[in-house]
């Protein structure tokens, strides 16, 4: 039986190096469930189960993802890992109703994605969800003031320009904002994703390997970035990467292999502190 993060037990903890968080991993080995804890703890922000895609593949079809259970905390920084062809990106579009399952259920804030028509879905997004891609996804032939506003404008913000303003002020680019994403290093364009991807203020933030097309100075500055924002704002962050480095930023790592979560690991440092974010 599969552990999810809404009942996982105790664990042995692994002595190997080289995963994220080094010799504080959980790993598959259990022991006995501790006792149930009396705080109350607010429902998951995204929540899923048996989530399950399947692709036709000439004859045959071929599983994506293959019954995940997850439960992803309010305002946590969740790191989904494993190797190309495991099923990250895909779990990623499904947990934010980018694409549909073949089985399963998805929660996101307090709403089941089962149902919902393609411009509920949309207009769930467009107030709830913010989205940070490796290839920054910037319109062209708009600058980047325009492309932070555009969110703003979509929810009908009274306060568009203004808040677009000091989206780019916080992201280091007030005065690169009438330049035009052909205009901006690598690094700059990111920037601009990031602040369009708070413009809305989302409770939950999808990033796809935001660092994969920059260098690693440039990758760590957006990393910086990306983790403050979403905690002054208490975003909820699921992060796709390949990077163990970066994992070790998060709360949790979730390891995928083959379409099924192979482990979880938690940061020691998350005890303390999301415990106290998500209190009461």
Avoid: W
Avoid at 69 to 78: A, F, H, N, S
């Amino acid at each position: 039986m599969r552990e999810t993060s809404e009942h996982r037990p105790l664990a042995k903890l692994s002595t190997s190096a080289d995963e994220p968080f080094g010799d504080r991993a959980i790993t598959a080995r259990s022991q006995p469930l501790a006792e149930p804890s009396l705080t109350h703890r607010p429902a998951p922000i995204v929540r899923c189960r048996g989530l399950t895609k399947r692709l036709p593949s000439g004859d045959r079809l071929l599983t994506i993802l293959d019954d995940v259970d997850l439960d992803i905390e309010r305002g946590e920084m969740c790191a989904v890992l494993g190797p190309s062809g495991s099923g990250k990106s895909t779990l990623l579009a499904l947990l934010a109703g980018l694409d549909r399952p073949t089985e399963g259920s998805v929660e996101l804030d307090g709403t089941d994605l089962r149902g919902l028509s393609e411009d509920r879905l949309a207009q769930l997004r467009r107030g709830r969800v913010g989205f940070v891609f490796q290839t920054f996804q910037l319109l062209a032939n708009q600058t980047a003031r325009e492309n932070v506003l555009l969110p703003l404008e979509l929810v009908g913000r009274s306060d568009a320009r203004q808040r677009a303003d000091r989206l780019l002020e916080q992201v280091g680019l007030g005065a690169r904002g009438h330049h035009y994403p052909a205009q901006l290093s690598g690094g700059e364009q990111q920037r601009v994703a990031i602040a369009r991807a708070f413009a809305a203020a989302p409770s939950v933030l999808f990033a796809d390997e935001p660092t994969g097309n920059l260098d690693t100075a440039t990758g760590r500055a957006i990393l910086d970035l990306l983790d403050d924002l979403r905690r002054d704002a208490g975003t909820t962050m699921i992060l796709v990467t390949h990077d163990a480095a970066l994992a070790r930023r998060a709360d949790r790592a979730v390891h995928l292999r083959d379409g099924r979560i192979e482990r979880i690991e938690t940061s020691p440092a998350e005890s303390a502190e999301h415990r106290a974010a998500t209190a009461g």
